[in-house]
């Protein structure tokens, strides 16, 4: 599966940002799709994930009422919805599948395919 994620850029305190997350490769419905995002001298953390066919997601406390996963796998996209952003959501924004067997698990190790990011920046 390759991962392309874009949608990433400059934006206020407040603001919103659609991220994308092209998939090619496998049948999107064939796996399960989850965000992360990486700070500055931080480990990868986990913000949200989906299951293949879209019935169940899964959030981080830090975005849960701001923050939407969504997928079409009638074209193999995944997205992140990302309103009333904060400074603190500031990161490298990661997409990443799993097999489904995995589940739709927070843990980044039980993801077997990584796009190369995407950078969000909330400033003023």
């Known amino acids: 599966v390759q991962l392309q994620a874009s949608g990433g850029g400059l934006v206020p305190p407040g603001d919103s940002l659609r991220l994308s997350c092209a998939a090619s490769?496998?049948?999107?419905?064939?796996?399960?799709m989850g965000w992360f995002r990486q700070a500055p001298g931080k480990e990868r953390d986990f913000v949200a994930t989906?299951?293949?066919?879209?019935?169940?997601?899964n959030y981080a406390d830090s975005v849960k009422g701001r923050f939407t996963i969504s997928r079409d796998n009638a074209k193999n996209m995944v997205y992140l919805q990302m309103n009333s952003l904060k400074p603190e959501d500031t990161a490298v924004y990661y997409c990443?599948?799993?097999?489904?067997?995995?589940?739709?698990?927070?843990?980044?190790?039980?993801?077997?395919?990584w796009g190369q990011g995407t950078q969000v920046t909330v400033s003023s």
């Open positions: 490769g496998r049948t999107s419905s064939s796996v399960n």
């Open positions: 989906i299951s293949g066919g879209g019935a169940y997601r």
């Open positions: 990443a599948a799993g097999r489904l067997t995995s589940g739709t698990t927070p843990n980044p190790k039980m993801y077997d395919w």
